[in-house]
């Protein structure tokens, strides 16, 4: 374990007006040994944290389309920046619609192609694991976490759609069904450097026996914690 | 102190209306429930149903090129995405 480390991975949350799930994930942080840090949508102080958690839930309350308005709060100014210079940043659900918005990740939501929302839990496949998020999954791992989103369907032109293909962009693909109408089954992507990554479903609840289907998403946060301490565990 | 008649020239506003669509080759569920819907309610004559969206911009003054460009620039920033809609910007007479 990492504990002997000099301090734990600080990974901020952001909370927008009406995010859901900023509690799960600052708790998924902790289970998974890390140090969650708060952050509010109008301070756009990142408090230095190590990595960001975009939540899940209904950010401005999905007004315009979902996710374009926090685009705009003062802690994505800061976010979108630290993604550039290779902070590791996780959106699930509304935060992955907020990077896509950002244009740090490509393509866009849209409405699920039956209208329904949509809420169960669902089998993934691991497609790529050389991200700051999914690092220590494998290749092919097939993992089982909750989706629930009413505008989760994955949509990008032919082209981005067989480059993401092409350059191991696809992170995460649905298997045993697709809820919601995405391209190709996507469920996750990454950007060129691996250390943004937006996925739909949501491994913040999937850390605990007594709650989650299984707890096959802590991985997704022991991985990047993994990752940040790597450096103070060669030099310890 | 300015004078009413001052004040209300002060206040001239213009409209410009954003009209946004979802792209042609975008899936539109809302549309598609309200064509179904429409045809249960017996208009039967209805092939499809896209829905958008109508931003009314209104401007302090009147509209000159650079208010346009303005307009244009929030259309392309925030009121449309143009990965899956495409907008169109005009000036309300």
């Not at chain 2, 429930?33 to 009314?56: C, D, T, W």
Request: hydrophobic share 40%; with cysteine; net charge negative.
């Amino acid at each position: 374990m990492h504990s002997s480390a000099a301090r734990s991975a600080r990974v901020g949350v952001v909370t927008f007006p009406g995010s859901l799930d900023d509690g799960d994930a600052a708790r998924a942080v902790r289970i998974a040994g890390g140090e969650p840090v708060r952050l509010w949508h109008r301070d756009k102080d990142l408090h230095g944290v190590d990595a960001v958690v975009l939540p899940g839930g209904f950010s401005y309350g999905d007004y315009l389309r979902c996710g374009a308005i926090a685009r705009f709060s003062p802690v994505m100014g800061s976010i979108i920046a630290g993604a550039g210079r290779g902070l590791p940043v996780l959106g699930i659900c509304n935060g992955f619609q907020v990077l896509c918005e950002s244009h740090l990740l490509p393509g866009a939501l849209i409405r699920n192609d039956h209208r329904h929302f949509v809420c169960r839990d669902q089998w993934l496949r691991v497609e790529n694991v050389d991200t700051s998020w999914t690092q220590d999954l494998r290749m092919g791992q097939e993992i089982l976490v909750p989706v629930k989103n009413g505008e989760g369907g994955y949509i990008a032109d032919p082209e981005t759609l067989e480059w993401l293909e092409t350059l191991g962009r696809i992170v995460f693909r649905y298997i045993n069904g697709n809820p919601n109408g995405s391209r190709d089954d996507i469920a996750g992507i990454r950007n060129e450097a691996g250390n943004v990554v937006g996925m739909m479903p949501h491994p913040e609840h999937a850390v605990e026996e007594l709650t989650g289907p299984s707890v096959d998403g802590l991985v997704v946060f022991t991985s990047v914690l993994g990752g940040l301490l790597a450096p103070s565990m060669v030099t310890a | 102190m300015s004078t009413p008649a001052e004040r209300s020239e002060a206040r001239v506003t213009s409209r410009v209306v954003v009209d946004v669509m979802p792209k042609p080759e975008i899936l539109d569920p809302q549309g598609q429930a309200i064509q179904k819907a429409l045809g249960r309610m017996g208009f039967a004559a209805v092939s499809a149903v896209r829905q958008g969206k109508r931003f009314e911009v209104e401007i302090d003054g009147e509209v000159d090129a650079a208010a346009l460009a303005q307009v244009e620039q929030m259309a392309e920033t925030l009121l449309a995405n143009t990965v899956i809609e495409e907008f169109v910007v005009r000036v309300e007479q």
